[in-house]
């Protein structure tokens, strides 16, 4: 029997506010613990949290990003559970009514194509703090400074159908977040955070089968990597004719599985509940309509104006787009050098492929667009070859000079001038009689000799254009 995945995430996006969701504390990331903490995120009796607006506002900024309907009233509830890291005994979020419902994201894969994945609902809500493990002695310590920063949760409807598409929608959501400046997205510090569920069905079935969870996720590949794992044992299960059993399973990255961390007997009963201590949220049309109208180009609407306007493949657009400060590099490119094709290959090919071996983001990038820019105007202007380009190139990345000054300091410019270049070829057909013989009684293939003897002898200066053309006239060709 075939079956087909079901999988929908909820992903936790830590909100780049300054101070708490409800308190005045700062949010800084590295504190020294428990610094960062006052009554109200520790939760002493007799404190009255207030909302803080930029929370609201951002959480509105991702609500209409991604098409949501906002709800013009919506409540905190208590979510009640016991945990060292949340000393007040629950977790103010939202439950029953969130701040946004139903959106969409779109998604695009190989194997599928393009594809919209349902946004079921986004809500606020505080971050628990942190337990610490001493390695040598069997002590935990709690520290507090993470209680009360900003969270959205963001949570999908079950419409992925492969581990390729949910890294798909995870990248394109962290895009998102990103363009419009709320969240840092970094899977590794705990910034954005997901939790896979995943179920199997018969393929050609409607009903859903029962589903994992499964925690402790934090990086794409370890997405993927859990998705492809956790498929695999279900599809097992299945076939021996066993069940799934519904639970959250944590991801092991060493030993590359999933395992059991807690099944739905221990499933936790929040109890949610109003929160008594908030007024309900009640957001007016105008504030909705100012955020909307100082939202940014979201990635989607940059690839698809890098295709119609620039005439780039949607590939290229899309590879551009992807992250806000790769296609802000390409932009500020073209304002030097206004060919988009060229360029694109650049920051695409080399520029990518030398950030990666260094293991650079583009905003730390040793060759600025406007250098970059300027190597591609030399290319064009026939000052340098395009082979001669690659090695300037290395140079501007390793010194972070201007390609101007590499190019004159190594005598690198291009010979172009016709009667240097015919005293080279001159004296190269002079020493390579039989060559010329062969050549001229047919062997046209030799063509390629002379251009390479010609370089060697111009170390990679000649202009390949002009040496074809003085070869060709001297030749008889
Ligand atoms: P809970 O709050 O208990 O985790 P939800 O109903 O909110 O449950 O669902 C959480 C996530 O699980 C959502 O992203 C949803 O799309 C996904 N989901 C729900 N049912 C299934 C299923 N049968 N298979 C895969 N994913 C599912
Ligand atoms: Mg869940
Ligand atoms: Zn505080």
Redesign the pocket.
């Given at each position: 029997m075939e079956f087909e995945p079901?999988?929908?995430?909820?992903v936790h996006a830590q909100l780049k506010t300054r101070t708490k969701i409800f308190c005045g504390c700062s949010t800084a990331f590295g504190a020294p613990p428990n610094t960062h903490v006052c009554p109200v995120c520790l939760g002493l009796p007799g404190v009255l949290p207030v909302l803080n607006r930029e929370v609201l506002s951002f959480s509105i900024r991702m609500a209409l990003a991604t098409g949501c309907r906002i709800n013009r009233e919506s409540r905190f509830a208590r979510k009640n559970y016991f945990y060292p890291d949340l000393p007040k005994g629950y977790q103010i979020s939202q439950y029953e009514r969130p701040i946004a419902e139903h959106g969409r994201i779109t998604i695009e894969t190989a194997e599928a194509g393009t594809a919209t994945v349902g946004i079921?609902?986004i809500h606020m809500e505080e971050d628990a703090g942190k337990l610490v493990h001493d390695p040598d002695r069997p002590v935990s310590r709690v520290d507090l400074n993470r209680t009360g920063v900003p969270l959205i949760e963001i949570?999908?409807?079950?419409?992925l159908r492969s581990p390729e598409q949910a890294g798909a929608y995870l990248r394109k959501l962290r895009a998102v977040v990103r363009y419009l400046e709320i969240c840092d997205g970094n899977l590794e510090e705990g910034s954005f955070r997901c939790?896979a569920?995943?179920?199997l069905?018969p393929r050609g079935t409607a009903a859903?089968?029962?589903?994992a969870?499964i925690k402790n996720l934090n990086s794409f590949r370890n997405v993927e990597r859990a998705l492809h794992y956790e498929i695999e044992r279900q599809r097992e299960r299945l076939l021996d004719g066993e069940t799934v059993v519904q639970e959250t399973r944590l991801w092991d990255p060493d030993k590359n599985r999933t395992f059991s961390m807690r099944g739905k007997e221990e499933?936790h009963d929040y109890r949610y509940f109003p929160d008594p201590d908030l007024l309900p949220v009640v957001i007016d049309t105008e504030w909705i309509e100012a955020i909307r109208a100082a939202l940014p180009e979201l990635p989607d609407a940059r690839q698809n104006r890098y295709v119609r306007e620039l005439g780039l493949s949607a590939e290229d657009a899309g590879r551009l787009a992807a992250a806000r400060e790769t296609g802000d590099y390409f932009e500020a490119g073209l304002e030097v050098f206004s060919q988009p094709k060229p360029l694109a290959n650049w920051i695409l090919g080399d520029l990518a492929a030398h950030l990666n071996a260094a293991g650079k983001d583009i905003e730390e990038a040793p060759v600025t667009p406007s250098q970059l820019g300027r190597l591609l105007q030399l290319i064009d202007e026939g000052t340098i070859s395009g082979k001669i380009a690659k090695s300037v190139f290395e140079r501007m990345a390793a010194t972070g000079q201007d390609p101007d000054v590499i190019v004159e300091a190594q005598g690198l410019r291009q010979m172009s001038d016709t009667s240097e270049l015919e005293a080279v070829i001159d004296r190269i057909l002079a020493e390579a009689p039989d060559e010329v013989a062969a050549f001229r009684n047919g062997k046209t293939k030799l063509m390629g000799f002379f251009v390479g003897q010609v370089m060697k002898a111009t170390r990679g200066k000649a202009n390949p254009r002009k040496v074809n053309a003085i070869l060709t006239e001297k030749l008889g060709a």
């Open positions: 079901v999988i929908g995430l909820e079921t609902r949570v999908s409807e079950p419409d939790d569920n995943v179920s069905r859903f089968g029962t589903r969870e499933a």
